[in-house]
């Protein structure tokens, strides 16, 4: 039995159509998430400005 058929819809793009726009927000936070934690980090540490000293 097919996801669409569990879920009482009668095809796949009634399925598609329900849950792809949840799919987007769900993106979108968890974007919003990923930058907040990378801004977080980029406070502590400084990419790119370490140097390597010579032997």
Not at 25 to 32: G, H, Q, T
Request: hydrophobic share 35%; glycine share 4%.
């Amino acid at each position: 039995m097919t996801i669409s058929k569990r879920l009482g819809h009668a095809n796949i793009s009634i399925t598609l159509d329900t849950y792809s726009n949840i799919i987007k927000e769900l993106e979108k936070i968890e974007n919003k998430e990923v930058k907040n934690i990378f801004s977080k980090i980029n406070k502590y540490i400084k990419f790119g400005t370490t140097k390597k000293k010579r032997a």
